[in-house]
């Protein structure tokens, strides 16, 4: 009796612990103790994302653009250069430029490249706005040391940071163009010439012929010899100029279309001589200018090769409203004599309108209309319907 009510007591005063219904087993009870306790990974950086609501690219850009980009981890970089961008004074517009040209920008250091290339770029003169204006034109090259040095000396060239802003835009090569083995000398080859690169009407053209190889240019400077150019001219600047952009092999091609379009050796030269530029235009302008001339209006090729400013105009504006024109007013019995295709095709419009439209109009209702929506381009229908005879524009 004692011994059972010693046990009682004792199982009241020391309860058995209690045993789960399901007691889980203990590596498994580690792993969940373990997975609560971690903390959650932060989402990976979409870098798209970023270019298009950060940097202003559309997503078709900022695709092609995030292949470049794949290492980025985090938006700090990207966010410190965006912010010194947005210092200098580049607006959104220029900073997406900016990072389509060269989406590796965007992972330069501020402190050691970026800071830098605008305190070099301040030494050489440039004002905080003129870096701000550079950048979105030079793109890649400002993360490079040797922008500065290079720049340096474009700017003795053409005098100005505006000119050589305007060289670089047209001709980003002549920036990353080797100064001492290529630009210096071509320098040389034409002050050799009497040619001065500061005396071009047209920068971003003579950028072009000192960033070419110096072979070229020799050849060149033979060439128009060749052709029969007068040094210290007009004409032979320019033919020097075409011939060094073009290069012998493409020039050779050129000579060889204007025979099949039937020019001779004597025309050509003849052409050259007047107006170098005829060898650089289209090949298919020049077969449709050589069309309407021959064909239409009747004339022959040396007649042009002497006057090779007529395939510079505009056919469709300028030479077949003017042509059609005089073809009505003949049509219609008011005009008598014959006039010059050229004289009536190299004055101004203004002069055109006191000699061959205002005299008429009265006599033609519809002139003044129907020859102003012709040199809009939208053809010349209108003036063939002002004759009283069959016309042929």
């Known amino acids: ?16 612990c209690p045993t789960p219904a399901n007691p889980l087993p203990l590596p498994l009870h580690r792993l969940l103790s373990s997975a609560a306790a971690a903390p959650i990974p932060p989402e ?48 959104r517009p220029d900073i997406a430029a900016v990072v389509v040209n060269d989406p590796l920008f965007i992972c330069a250091r501020v402190d050691k490249t970026l800071s830098t290339r605008v305190t070099e770029l301040g030494d050489l003169g440039l004002s905080r706005s003129q870096i701000a204006r550079l950048i979105p034109v030079v793109r890649s090259l ?62 971003a053209f003579a950028s072009r012929v000192i960033s070419r190889p110096t072979k070229h240019l020799k050849e060149a400077v033979v060439l128009a010899n060749e052709f029969g150019a007068k040094q210290g001219t007009r004409v032979f600047t320019n ?37 170098p530029h005829i060898l650089a235009m289209k090949e298919e302008r020049m077969r449709r200018g050589m069309k309407f001339l021959t064909e239409d209006v009747g004339l022959e090729i040396p007649y042009i090769a002497r006057r090779p400013a007529l395939t510079m105009y505009s056919i469709e504006r300028r030479l077949l409203p003017r042509h059609c024109l005089i073809n009505v007013l003949k049509g219609n019995g008011l005009l008598k004599a014959d006039y010059d295709f050229y004289n009536i095709s190299v004055i101004s419009n203004d002069d055109f309108m006191e000699k061959f439209v205002q005299p008429y109009v009265e006599s033609v209702p519809g002139l003044g209309d129907a020859y102003a929506s012709s040199c809009t381009g939208c053809g010349v229908h209108q003036l063939k319907l002002l004759s009283k005879h069959k016309t042929k524009c």
């Open 1 to 16: 009796m004692i011994h059972l009510r010693r046990s009682f007591l004792s199982r009241i005063l020391h309860p058995p």
């Open 239 to 275: 033919a020097v100029m075409i011939f060094g952009i073009l290069g012998q092999e493409k020039l050779a091609k050129k000579l060889e279309f204007f025979k099949k379009l039937g020019w001779s050796q004597d025309d050509l030269s003849l052409a050259v001589r007047s107006m």
């Open 142 to 203: 400002f993360r490079c040391k040797s922008l500065a040095p290079r720049l340096a000396f474009l700017l003795t060239v053409f005098g100005s940071f505006d000119r050589c802003l305007e060289v670089i835009k047209t001709n980003y090569g002549v920036l990353s163009s080797n100064v001492e083995a290529v630009i210096k000398p071509n320098l040389a080859v034409l002050k050799e010439c009497g040619i001065s690169i500061a005396d071009r009407p047209s920068y």
């Open 44 to 91: 990976p950086f979409a870098v798209e994302d970023y270019l298009v609501d950060s940097c202003g690219l559309t997503r078709a850009r900022a695709k092609k653009a995030s292949g470049k980009l794949s290492h980025l981890r985090s938006p700090s970089n990207p966010d410190a250069v965006l912010a010194f961008l947005s210092g200098l004074g580049l607006s």
